[in-house]
Protein backbone atom coordinates (compact mmCIF):
# COMPACT_ATOMS: atom_id res chain seq x y z
CA UNK A 1 0.00 0.00 0.00
CA UNK A 2 1.23 3.28 -0.79
CA UNK A 3 2.01 5.65 2.54
CA UNK A 4 0.67 9.15 1.57
CA UNK A 5 2.71 12.35 2.35
CA UNK A 6 2.09 13.29 5.61
CA UNK A 7 3.43 16.84 4.90
CA UNK A 8 0.28 16.91 3.09
CA UNK A 9 -1.89 16.92 6.60
CA UNK A 10 0.12 20.16 7.90
CA UNK A 11 -0.57 21.98 5.16
CA UNK A 12 -4.09 20.90 4.94
CA UNK A 13 -4.53 22.05 8.63
CA UNK A 14 -2.64 25.36 8.04
CA UNK A 15 -4.89 26.05 5.18
CA UNK A 16 -8.07 25.09 7.13
CA UNK A 17 -6.90 27.58 9.62
CA UNK A 18 -6.06 30.36 7.15
CA UNK A 19 -9.10 29.63 4.79
CA UNK A 20 -6.55 31.56 2.44
CA UNK A 21 -3.44 30.11 -0.26
CA UNK A 22 -1.34 33.76 0.32
CA UNK A 23 -2.08 33.58 3.98
CA UNK A 24 -0.87 29.56 4.51
CA UNK A 25 2.32 29.87 2.11
CA UNK A 26 3.21 33.05 4.75
CA UNK A 27 2.98 30.54 7.06
CA UNK A 28 4.88 27.91 5.70
CA UNK A 29 7.18 29.74 4.37
CA UNK A 30 6.33 28.54 0.85
CA UNK A 31 5.74 30.62 -2.22
CA UNK A 32 1.73 31.07 -3.63
CA UNK A 33 2.07 28.81 -6.47
CA UNK A 34 3.83 26.30 -4.43
CA UNK A 35 0.81 26.41 -1.93
CA UNK A 36 -1.46 26.45 -4.39
CA UNK A 37 0.17 23.12 -6.21
CA UNK A 38 0.06 21.32 -2.71
CA UNK A 39 -3.87 22.51 -2.33
CA UNK A 40 -3.74 20.76 -5.37
CA UNK A 41 -2.09 17.24 -4.50
CA UNK A 42 -4.45 17.46 -1.39
CA UNK A 43 -7.55 17.79 -3.54
CA UNK A 44 -6.74 15.02 -5.29
CA UNK A 45 -5.68 12.52 -2.56
CA UNK A 46 -9.15 13.53 -0.70
CA UNK A 47 -11.10 13.69 -3.98
CA UNK A 48 -13.13 17.21 -2.71
CA UNK A 49 -12.21 20.65 -3.72
CA UNK A 50 -11.20 21.29 0.25
CA UNK A 51 -11.61 25.13 -0.43
CA UNK A 52 -14.03 26.61 -3.08
CA UNK A 53 -13.81 30.51 -4.03
CA UNK A 54 -17.03 32.53 -2.26
CA UNK A 55 -16.63 36.07 -3.41
CA UNK A 56 -12.92 37.45 -2.87
CA UNK A 57 -12.31 34.34 -0.19
CA UNK A 58 -12.11 30.92 -0.53
CA UNK A 59 -14.63 28.40 2.03
CA UNK A 60 -14.20 25.36 3.22
CA UNK A 61 -16.64 22.11 2.04
CA UNK A 62 -18.84 20.00 3.88
CA UNK A 63 -16.14 17.56 3.70
CA UNK A 64 -13.14 20.08 4.89
CA UNK A 65 -15.16 21.12 7.78
CA UNK A 66 -15.99 17.49 8.60
CA UNK A 67 -12.02 16.92 8.46
CA UNK A 68 -10.48 19.89 10.11
CA UNK A 69 -10.97 18.64 13.87
CA UNK A 70 -9.33 15.86 13.03
CA UNK A 71 -6.48 17.08 11.28
CA UNK A 72 -5.21 19.45 13.63
CA UNK A 73 -5.36 16.65 16.52
CA UNK A 74 -3.19 14.51 14.35
CA UNK A 75 -1.02 17.77 13.67
CA UNK A 76 -0.76 18.54 17.35
CA UNK A 77 -0.34 14.88 18.18
CA UNK A 78 2.73 14.78 16.04
CA UNK A 79 3.96 17.99 17.00
CA UNK A 80 3.89 16.58 20.91
CA UNK A 81 5.58 13.26 19.39
CA UNK A 82 8.40 15.41 17.65
CA UNK A 83 8.79 17.92 20.72
CA UNK A 84 8.89 16.50 23.79
CA UNK A 85 12.26 14.86 23.92
CA UNK A 86 13.85 18.13 22.29
CA UNK A 87 12.48 20.15 24.95
CA UNK A 88 12.60 18.00 27.45
CA UNK A 89 15.86 19.81 28.67
CA UNK A 90 14.73 23.17 29.62
CA UNK A 91 18.16 23.98 30.74
CA UNK A 92 19.44 24.18 27.42
CA UNK A 93 16.57 25.78 25.57
CA UNK A 94 17.01 28.14 23.23
CA UNK A 95 13.35 30.00 22.88
CA UNK A 96 11.98 33.67 22.91
CA UNK A 97 8.54 33.52 24.72
CA UNK A 98 5.99 35.99 22.98
CA UNK A 99 3.76 37.53 25.46
CA UNK A 100 0.93 39.95 24.97
CA UNK A 101 0.42 41.24 28.49
CA UNK A 102 -0.86 44.74 30.16
CA UNK A 103 2.08 46.51 32.20
CA UNK A 104 0.06 45.34 35.37
CA UNK A 105 1.02 42.07 34.70
CA UNK A 106 4.38 42.10 34.35
CA UNK A 107 4.91 44.71 36.47
CA UNK A 108 3.34 42.85 39.54
CA UNK A 109 5.22 39.36 37.91
CA UNK A 110 7.95 39.67 35.44
CA UNK A 111 10.76 39.73 37.65
CA UNK A 112 9.22 36.58 39.28
CA UNK A 113 9.61 34.73 36.12
CA UNK A 114 12.64 36.53 34.76
CA UNK A 115 14.07 35.05 37.85
CA UNK A 116 12.61 31.88 37.34
CA UNK A 117 13.12 31.47 34.34
CA UNK A 118 16.76 32.19 34.80
CA UNK A 119 17.13 29.37 37.01
CA UNK A 120 15.00 26.74 35.14
CA UNK A 121 15.39 27.60 31.52
CA UNK A 122 18.86 29.92 31.50
CA UNK A 123 18.92 30.44 27.60
CA UNK A 124 15.30 31.26 26.95
CA UNK A 125 14.02 35.22 26.32
CA UNK A 126 11.10 37.23 26.86
CA UNK A 127 9.02 39.19 24.78
CA UNK A 128 6.20 41.66 26.11
CA UNK A 129 3.88 42.08 23.01
CA UNK A 130 1.75 45.11 23.97
CA UNK A 131 -1.98 44.77 23.98
CA UNK A 132 -3.99 45.72 20.45
CA UNK A 133 -6.77 47.58 20.19
CA UNK A 134 -8.35 44.48 19.08
CA UNK A 135 -7.73 40.61 19.44
CA UNK A 136 -6.01 39.83 15.80
CA UNK A 137 -4.80 36.66 14.53
CA UNK A 138 -1.58 36.55 16.63
CA UNK A 139 -2.33 33.88 18.42
CA UNK A 140 -3.42 31.67 15.13
CA UNK A 141 -0.88 32.83 13.26
CA UNK A 142 2.01 31.80 16.02
CA UNK A 143 3.19 35.80 16.15
CA UNK A 144 2.64 35.26 20.04
CA UNK A 145 2.97 32.59 22.28
CA UNK A 146 0.47 33.58 24.97
CA UNK A 147 -2.12 36.40 25.96
CA UNK A 148 -2.85 37.42 28.99
CA UNK A 149 -5.72 39.62 28.94
CA UNK A 150 -9.54 40.44 30.55
CA UNK A 151 -11.61 39.87 27.89
CA UNK A 152 -12.25 36.00 27.18
CA UNK A 153 -12.99 36.82 23.53
CA UNK A 154 -11.59 34.20 21.66
CA UNK A 155 -12.49 31.84 18.91
CA UNK A 156 -13.52 28.35 20.24
CA UNK A 157 -10.06 26.48 19.04
CA UNK A 158 -8.11 28.88 21.59
CA UNK A 159 -7.45 27.13 24.98
CA UNK A 160 -8.17 30.07 28.12
CA UNK A 161 -7.67 29.03 31.71
CA UNK A 162 -8.33 32.13 34.18
CA UNK A 163 -5.47 33.63 36.47
CA UNK A 164 -6.99 35.59 38.50
CA UNK A 165 -9.71 38.18 39.83
CA UNK A 166 -8.92 41.69 40.33
CA UNK A 167 -10.79 44.17 41.94
CA UNK A 168 -10.02 47.81 41.73
CA UNK A 169 -9.49 50.69 44.46
CA UNK A 170 -8.69 54.24 44.20
CA UNK A 171 -5.22 55.95 44.44
CA UNK A 172 -4.07 59.25 45.36
CA UNK A 173 -1.02 61.46 46.72
CA UNK A 174 -0.46 60.41 50.42
CA UNK A 175 -1.60 64.70 51.02
CA UNK A 176 -4.57 64.85 48.73
CA UNK A 177 -7.52 66.81 49.74
CA UNK A 178 -9.61 63.67 49.40
CA UNK A 179 -8.47 62.40 52.36
CA UNK A 180 -9.50 65.21 54.78
CA UNK A 181 -13.28 64.24 54.96
CA UNK A 182 -15.11 60.89 54.36
CA UNK A 183 -14.64 60.11 50.66
CA UNK A 184 -18.58 60.26 49.53
CA UNK A 185 -19.59 59.38 45.48
CA UNK A 186 -20.14 62.95 45.73
CA UNK A 187 -16.47 64.19 46.87
CA UNK A 188 -15.41 61.44 44.11
CA UNK A 189 -16.56 63.42 41.29
CA UNK A 190 -15.14 66.86 42.51
CA UNK A 191 -11.25 66.12 41.74
CA UNK A 192 -10.36 65.41 37.99
CA UNK A 193 -9.74 61.58 37.08
CA UNK A 194 -7.12 60.18 35.17
CA UNK A 195 -8.33 57.40 32.38
CA UNK A 196 -6.13 54.54 31.78
CA UNK A 197 -7.39 52.97 28.48
CA UNK A 198 -5.23 51.94 25.47
CA UNK A 199 -7.69 52.97 22.90
CA UNK A 200 -7.28 56.62 24.58
CA UNK A 201 -11.28 56.43 25.87
CA UNK A 202 -11.81 58.90 28.60
CA UNK A 203 -14.79 56.99 29.78
CA UNK A 204 -15.90 53.60 30.84
CA UNK A 205 -17.74 51.55 33.31
CA UNK A 206 -17.66 53.80 36.30
CA UNK A 207 -18.96 56.57 34.44
CA UNK A 208 -22.31 54.39 33.53
CA UNK A 209 -22.52 53.79 37.34
CA UNK A 210 -22.12 57.56 38.44
CA UNK A 211 -24.25 58.22 35.57
CA UNK A 212 -27.45 56.48 37.64
CA UNK A 213 -27.05 58.39 40.29
CA UNK A 214 -26.91 61.36 38.41
CA UNK A 215 -23.29 62.47 38.36
CA UNK A 216 -20.11 62.89 36.24
CA UNK A 217 -16.69 62.99 36.54
CA UNK A 218 -14.25 65.11 34.77
CA UNK A 219 -11.04 62.95 32.91
CA UNK A 220 -9.03 65.87 32.39
CA UNK A 221 -5.65 62.79 31.69
CA UNK A 222 -6.50 59.74 29.71
CA UNK A 223 -3.36 57.36 29.28
CA UNK A 224 -2.48 54.03 27.92
CA UNK A 225 -0.84 52.73 30.85
CA UNK A 226 -1.65 52.33 34.81
CA UNK A 227 2.30 53.60 35.44
CA UNK A 228 2.11 56.29 33.05
CA UNK A 229 -0.70 57.08 35.24
CA UNK A 230 0.34 56.51 38.87
CA UNK A 231 3.87 58.87 38.28
CA UNK A 232 1.72 61.85 37.77
CA UNK A 233 -0.48 61.26 40.83
CA UNK A 234 2.52 62.27 42.84
CA UNK A 235 2.50 65.87 41.98
CA UNK A 236 -0.65 66.51 40.91
CA UNK A 237 -4.48 66.33 42.32
CA UNK A 238 -5.66 63.83 39.94
CA UNK A 239 -7.42 61.04 41.41
CA UNK A 240 -6.70 57.56 39.15
CA UNK A 241 -10.26 55.34 40.23
CA UNK A 242 -9.73 52.47 38.68
CA UNK A 243 -6.24 50.80 40.10
CA UNK A 244 -5.95 47.34 39.90
CA UNK A 245 -5.40 46.61 43.60
CA UNK A 246 -2.59 43.81 42.64
CA UNK A 247 -0.16 46.29 41.57
CA UNK A 248 -0.53 48.27 45.02
CA UNK A 249 2.45 45.93 45.91
CA UNK A 250 4.34 47.89 43.46
CA UNK A 251 4.66 51.09 44.93
CA UNK A 252 6.45 50.81 47.55
CA UNK A 253 9.74 49.80 46.20
CA UNK A 254 9.66 53.09 43.90
CA UNK A 255 9.49 55.04 46.63
CA UNK A 256 5.80 56.94 45.56
CA UNK A 257 4.18 58.82 48.12
CA UNK A 258 0.71 57.42 47.11
CA UNK A 259 -2.36 56.07 49.15
CA UNK A 260 -5.28 54.07 48.43
CA UNK A 261 -8.40 54.09 49.12
CA UNK A 262 -11.82 52.03 48.90
CA UNK A 263 -13.98 53.32 45.62
CA UNK A 264 -17.51 54.97 47.22
CA UNK A 265 -19.11 53.03 44.06
CA UNK A 266 -19.89 49.64 43.92
CA UNK A 267 -17.55 48.12 40.37
CA UNK A 268 -17.39 44.67 38.99
CA UNK A 269 -13.62 42.93 39.14
CA UNK A 270 -12.33 41.90 36.17
CA UNK A 271 -11.07 37.95 35.75
CA UNK A 272 -7.36 37.72 34.41
CA UNK A 273 -6.80 35.01 31.65
CA UNK A 274 -4.20 33.81 30.01
CA UNK A 275 -4.90 32.63 26.55
CA UNK A 276 -2.76 30.04 23.95
CA UNK A 277 -3.58 28.09 20.57
CA UNK A 278 -3.76 24.53 20.87
CA UNK A 279 -0.66 23.63 18.99
CA UNK A 280 0.83 24.81 21.98
CA UNK A 281 -0.83 22.54 24.52
CA UNK A 282 1.77 20.14 24.88
CA UNK A 283 4.89 21.51 24.14
CA UNK A 284 6.83 21.10 27.20
CA UNK A 285 8.27 24.57 27.39
CA UNK A 286 5.07 26.46 26.81
CA UNK A 287 3.54 24.23 29.78
CA UNK A 288 6.20 25.22 32.15
CA UNK A 289 5.66 28.89 31.04
CA UNK A 290 2.00 28.46 31.71
CA UNK A 291 1.91 26.27 34.76
CA UNK A 292 4.73 28.73 36.62
CA UNK A 293 2.46 31.65 35.94
CA UNK A 294 -0.31 30.03 37.04
CA UNK A 295 1.59 28.97 40.40
CA UNK A 296 2.52 33.18 40.83
CA UNK A 297 -0.98 33.77 40.69
CA UNK A 298 -2.71 31.24 42.74
CA UNK A 299 -0.31 32.01 45.58
CA UNK A 300 -0.37 35.44 45.40
CA UNK A 301 -4.51 34.90 45.92
CA UNK A 302 -3.47 32.56 48.84
Request: aromatic letters at 6%.
Amino acid sequence: MQIPDLNLLVALNVLLEEGSVVGAARRMNLSAPAMSRTLTRIREVLNDPILVRSGRGLVPTPRALELREQVRGVVELAHGVFTQSQDSDLRALERTFSIRSNDVFFGVYGEALRQRMALEMPKATLRVVPEGFTDDQALNEGRIDLTICAANKFSSEIKVQQLFTCPFVGLAREDHPIFDQPITVQRFTEFDHISVSRRGLPRGPIDSVLAERGLERRVSFTTPTFYSAIFALSSSNLILPLMPQLLLKTLEPMGLKLRAFELPITLQPVNIFQAWHPRLDNDHAHRWLRRTLKNFCDNACV
